[in-house]
Every structure is written in structure tokens, then in C-alpha cells.
């Protein structure tokens, strides 16, 4: 492998390891708002101890999010300083409001929130996770303005002078037809790696013990979990399905490999399963469902998609010589595991809501073990989502203006790539047991005592609320131990 390849390697890895924290910070964030919200509402203490709890969880996954997402910061200019010469003045402005208001306003509150239990009046509380969960879901908003950018550039002009992009309209990157459809999509699919996250905690929970004081603790938060996911499945298809459309007029390229799609066809089918043999350009087994993929692209089951082989021509007469179809097997592949991943969680949420209705539990234990087993699928669904996203859009760093090949650092040796490479593999590695030891160890804790059980007043509990006992207050900390 030449510094190319392994830069892109490395960035690969660093984005899809960071990926696997940003949807659960952005869902889950917004879950805990919500139990905070309920207990406001009604001052049920089993919102408290579900808001404190999830809360913890949300912390540790917040901090490891922080931490990946510096390094690919870094990573622009060490390894891709020529795309950062070239799109800089462009891709900066997005990433700047990211970091001086939604980032700003997200680690604020976070902070007050953390600090505040009992020193702020409850509406303020209340209101700084709210805040908190704004930003976060702003930063995605941001972020995803930045690289729809870099699929659909608009808003702005090529310096004739330096041969850089220059930004002429920040709204038009803000508003481009690309992001508005991607930050659905992605914050629904954050919402399915929150809510699945939350399903299985609690299922964890409810598999040890169903008949124990904090059943109704854990009915409640997976209630509200499988509800979550439902909806979230619900917005991931329809929003995938507008994206599709997108794809059709602005990515064809991507459309066709997503399919398979060889040869332009009227009434295409859509593709169920496929062998592609791109060293033939033609597939080896394909099992299609006719007219779907036309269907779903424009609405009209007898429309033309355009193929591999016919957009790769007219790319080489628009572009000059190369090879511009992506890596079909890969992008085919991620496209199903995407949508098998995302709709078997949503499937499990929708069956979890059936089996709960009126006040039951499922009486077995293979729901809990279902979702348990269920817990990295929405996250792979996503990895492979960004998967597709990505490698389909190759050639291309920004599409149509600037290659991959032109983007990487031209004074980066392979062995400088390589060494880092590995250094950031397996640190990335020792982050990921520390993560997933301390989730571990919260979640086995389980939430903190109930404050009917302990004799005492929950923390920043309505005004005139009586309680007997000298316990120590809910929101001191637990002592947890393994």
C-alpha cells in the first residue's frame, strides 16, 4: 500500500471507531431529557432514577466522543493537507458555527448539568439538558452540512488565482438539497442506536430479575425505548427513501452501484441478492424484484436508471480518463447490511411494544436475550451507512472538482501513514475496552436506590414533598463495585 491508501485507511477507521459514540451521545441525550422532562411532570421518582442512570451512561459515552472526534480534526491536516488547502475556506465555515455554537452550547450545559443537581432550580436543570441535547443534535446538523458539501458542492466559486474553492453563500451550504436529506436520516439512525442501546440495558436487567422492586423501573424505561426505536425505524425508511430519490438526480453513480446496476435500464429491478463481478462488469447471480428499483427511485415503476457502464463514459468525456465507478461489491453489500441492520432492530421494537401492552412483560426470556444479542446492530447499521456513503462517492473527494488522489499529503512518507496508523489502531483499541469496561460496570450496578426504599427525599424533589428517614439524599453517588 503506497501513503494514499493508508491515509485513507486511517481515516477510515478513525471516523467509523468515532461514529460508534456520536449516535448514541446525539439519542441518547434526548432520552434522558425526556425522563428528566417526565419526572418534572409528575414527580414519579422511577423518571429520576431512569434520568440518573441513563445520565451516567450518556456522560461516559459523551467524554469517549470528544476524544475520537479531536483526533480526525488533526487528521485534515497530517495526512490531507491538499484537500484542506483546497476546500478549507468552504468546508471551515460549518465546522466553525459547529464548534463556536452547537459544540459551545452542548459542552456548557452539559457541564451545568452535571454540577447542578440541587444547586439550580429544577426548570434550570431541566433546561440545561435540553440545551445540551439541542447542541448535540445542532453539531450533527453542522457536520453533516459539511460533508453533504462535499457530495453536492454548491455556494461556492474556484479562485482562478490560487485554485482554491472560495465560499460565496455559507446559506446555500446550509441549505444544500444533500444535507437536508442526510441529517434525517443520520438522526434517526442515532435514535435507533440510542433506543437499542436502552432496550437492551434494560432487557439485561429484566433477564436477571422480573419479579424484583425495580421491574416497574425497567418496564418503564424500555417502554419508552422500544417507542423510540419504532418511531426512529419509521423515519430512517421514509428518510432513506427520499435520499434515494436524491441519489438518482444528484449520485447516480453511487445509485448504481448501490444496485449493481450495470447497464441503464427502464423498469430496473431492484436487487435482492447479487454476486457483482466488476471485473466483467456483470453480476454472477442477481435475484431482482422487477420495476422496484425504477419505483422507488422516481416514483414510476417504468423510469430509466442510468448504469455503471454508461455513466463511466460519460464521466470520462466530462472528466478525462479514469476509473469512476466505486468499489461495487462494497458499496452493494453496505447498502443491505445498512438496511438489514437498522429494520431487524426496528422489527424487535415494534414485536417489544406488542409484548408490553397493558402493563405486561414478555413471560420468557428470549425477548432479553433478543435484544441483548440485537445491541450492535443499529451501530453497524450506521458504520455501514457511512460505509456506502463514503467509498460510493470515489473517486472523489469533492465530487466533480477534486480526486482522492489529489487530496492526500504530499510530504507524508508510508511509513509516517503506517506508523500512525497502528499507533491510533491500537490505542483506539485500549480506548474501546475502557469504554465498553466502564459501561459494563455501570450498568451491572443498575440505577440508584429507590427513594421510597431508603426513606429519603429525591434529589431537587417538588416543593412540599413529604418523605421520612435520614438516608442520604438519591443523588448522592452510589457506591458502585463489580
Known sequence: MDALDLARWQFGITTVYHFVFVPLTIGLSVIVAGFQTAWHRTGDPVYLRLTRFFGKLFLINFAMGVVTGIVQEFQFGMNWSEYSRFVGDVFGAPLALEALVAFFLE????????FGWDRLPRRAHLAAIWLAAIGSNLSAYFILAANAWMRHPVGYRIDPETGRAQLTDIWAVLTNPTALATVPHVLAGSFLAAGGFVIAVCGYHLLKNRTGPDTRLFRTGLRAALAVTALAGAVSAVSGHTQAQLMHELAPMKLAAAEALWETESGAGFSVFAVPDPENERNVVSVQIPYALSFLATNDPNAEVQGLNDLQ??????????????????????????????????????????????????????????????????????????????????????????????????????????????????????????????????????????????????????????????????????????
Open 107 to 114: 459542552s456548557t450545559f452539559i457541564g451545568l448539568w452535571i
Open 313 to 482: 463514459a460519460a464521466y470520462e468525456q466530462e472528466f478525462g480518463p479514469g476509473e469512476y465507478r466505486p468499489n461495487v461489491p462494497v458499496i452493494f453489500w453496505s447498502f443491505r447490511f445498512m438496511m438489514a441492520f437498522g429494520m431487524s432492530v426496528a422489527a424487535l421494537a415494534v414485536l417489544g411494544l406488542w409484548l408490553t401492552r397493558r402493563g405486561g412483560l414478555p413471560a420468557g426470556p428470549w425477548f432479553y436475550r433478543a435484544a441483548l444479542l440485537a445491541l450492535p446492530l443499529p451501530f453497524l447499521a450506521n458504520i455501514f451507512g457511512w460505509i456506502m456513503t463514503e467509498m460510493g462517492r470515489q473517486p472523489w473527494t469533492v465530487f466533480g472538482v477534486l480526486q482522492t488522489a489529489a487530496s492526500v499529503s504530499p510530504g507524508v512518507s508510508t511509513a509516517t501513514v503506517a506508523i500512525t496508523l497502528l499507533t491510533f489502531t491500537v490505542l483506539y483499541g485500549v480506548l474501546f475496552v475502557v469504554e465498553a469496561r466502564l459501561l459494563a460496570r455501570y450498568i451491572a450496578a443498575g440505577p440508584p436506590p429507590d427513594p421510597a426504599r431508603e426513606g429519603t427525599r429525591p434529589s431537587g424533589a417538588p416543593d412540599g414533598e413529604r418523605t421520612t428517614g435520614t438516608a442520604a439524599p438519591i443523588d448522592a453517588e452510589p457506591q458502585y463495585t463489580l
